[in-house]
């Protein structure tokens, strides 16, 4: 069973950047494509971005240009690099395979004040 475990997130003002990590367990990591997603407090869970297993990546329209996704295989890890963060950016941040296809770890908060 793979496990998927977010770090990473805080409360930062709008403006502001935070990297989020994800650590995830198996051997099949390097294979797959990997997503952050994010729920705002009341909303529906929505993609953020998507890593391919060769480091192609894709961004929602929101985050286009401020968000940065990137991988290290040999680590396991899939990371998100946020700048010039926004207080609609505030939600629980999650990372999964894109599409995904395992249980959703806890995910971590980020809140961006105005």
């Known amino acids: 069973q793979v496990q998927l475990v977010e770090s990473g997130g805080g409360l930062v003002q709008a403006g502001g950047s935070l990297r989020l990590s994800c650590a995830a367990s198996?051997?099949?990591?390097?294979?797959?494509?990997m997503g952050w997603f994010r729920q705002a407090p009341g909303k529906q869970r929505e993609w953020v971005a998507v890593?391919?297993?060769?480091?192609?990546?894709n961004y929602a329209d929101s985050v286009e240009g401020r968000f940065t996704i990137s991988r290290d295989n040999a680590k396991n890890t899939v990371y998100l690099q946020m700048q010039g963060l926004k207080p609609e950016d505030t939600a629980v941040y999650y990372c999964?395979?894109?599409?995904?296809?395992?249980?959703w770890g806890q995910g971590t908060q980020v809140t961006v004040s105005s």
């Open positions: 198996g051997s099949m990591f390097r294979l797959n494509a």
């Open positions: 890593i391919s297993s060769g480091d192609w990546a």
């Open positions: 999964n395979t894109n599409p995904a296809k395992y249980a």
